[in-house]
């Protein structure tokens, strides 16, 4: 199973991005997927999250300007970032709960995307 993360870059503060996460591979279901960060200097934190069912949950910080949203049948997620400011500069990380079969899940992550904002 690989996670590919695509849409990090540079914007300047009130910019937007849109990051994309592709899970591929032997994949039976895909159940809860998020999107975490890790700023240079701090501990990967949490950014948004999304069931199968599409009930989402945002950081904080994070709340009303960014939005999480999956295409269940392209095993997708996607975080709209707008109003991006430079304390959102960070790897950002897919995360996703994935089944190979009935019985256990798996927790996989991908490679990251760098975001940079500058002020």
């Known amino acids: 199973v690989q996670l590919q993360a695509s849409g990090g870059g540079s914007v300047q503060a009130g910019g937007s991005l849109r990051l994309g996460c592709l899970a591929s591979g032997r994949i039976y279901k895909v159940n809860n997927m998020a999107w975490y960060r890790q700023a240079p200097g701090k501990e990967r934190e949490l950014v948004a999250s999304i069931t199968r069912g599409g009930d989402t949950k945002y950081a904080d910080s994070v709340s009303g300007r960014f939005t999480i949203s999956r295409d269940i049948i392209a095993n997708t997620i996607y975080l709209q970032m707008n109003s991006l400011q430079p304390e959102d500069t960070a790897v950002y990380y897919c995360?996703?709960?994935?089944?190979?079969?009935?019985?256990?899940?798996?927790?996989?992550w991908g490679q990251g995307t760098l975001v940079t904002v500058s002020s």
């Open positions: 995360n996703a709960e994935i089944q190979h079969d009935r019985n256990y899940e798996y927790e996989y």
